[in-house]
């Protein structure tokens, strides 16, 4: 079973519309939870952070975190044809040690937004 | 401000040639993260750094990898001998100490090993 498992997509909306992506987590002592945005082509970039059960809203992205259910989702309201990209969850599990900084990476989901 | 300043940005290369790709971090950034990412496996931690100390190196894929930071300011991944296997984008990373997981990527490195 793999540590960050997200569905690869492509997910498909219509501009305007709300995208919803999803991550579930194999380690239930996992702590911190990311998600960032790649471009075609480009770099990783930080989008949105959750430490906590429940919502976390910044613009026009929620994180939606479920620890019980192992469980991490991004909506994206609104969506735009500049939002189309990969979007990757990445996992801390903060058992001490040298695991302070590590992220494990899911797959990613591809979302293309059409016009 | 500058950000994560990586080079070269492409390297073509021979399988058993040395390959040296290098980084530069957010200034007062003291974390530093290797990256590896290929389609098949996708974006995997190789090795980080704090106040350029290596933390973990659990993820360097053999001893053909090596990976130091000199000064706060400048980090190198080094393979050799090169295999085709190693071609990949090659990305570091860099965070502030209170908040080592929101980290900052470079543009990367495309790797292709012939």
């Known amino acids: 079973q793999k540590e960050v498992e997200q569905n690869s997509g492509p997910l498909s909306v219509p501009e305007g519309a709300i995208a919803s992506l999803n991550c579930t987590y194999s380690d239930r002592v996992s702590q911190s939870f990311f998600w960032y945005r790649q471009y075609s082509g480009k770099s990783p970039e930080l989008i949105m952070s959750?430490?906590?059960?429940g919502d976390k809203e910044d613009g026009r992205f929620t994180a939606q975190l479920n620890k019980a259910s192992q469980y991490v989702s991004l909506l994206i309201r609104d969506s735009q044809p500049s939002d189309s990209a990969t979007y990757l969850c990445a996992v801390n599990t903060n058992a001490g040690g040298t695991s302070y900084g590590k992220l494990t990476f899911g797959q990613g989901t591809i979302l293309t937004v059409h016009p | 401000d500058a950000g994560v300043i990586q080079s070269p940005r492409h390297e073509v290369t021979e399988m058993g040639q040395e390959v040296t790709l290098r980084c530069k971090p957010i200034s007062g950034h003291d974390y530093l993260f290797w990256y590896r990412q290929t389609m098949m496996r996708g974006l995997e931690l190789l090795i980080y750094?704090?106040?350029?100390?290596?933390?973990?190196d659990s993820g360097m894929p053999e001893d053909r990898f090596s990976a130091k930071m000199p000064n706060a300011s400048f980090s190198t991944l080094k393979i050799q001998p090169s295999e085709p296997r190693d071609s990949a984008v090659y990305f570091c990373?860099?965070?502030?100490?209170?908040?080592?997981?929101?980290?900052?990527f470079g543009p990367g490195t495309r790797l292709t090993v012939t």
């Open positions: 959750i430490y906590s059960n």
């Open positions: 750094f704090n106040n350029n100390v290596p933390i973990d």
């Open positions: 990373a860099s965070s502030l100490g209170g908040r080592p997981l929101e980290q900052y």
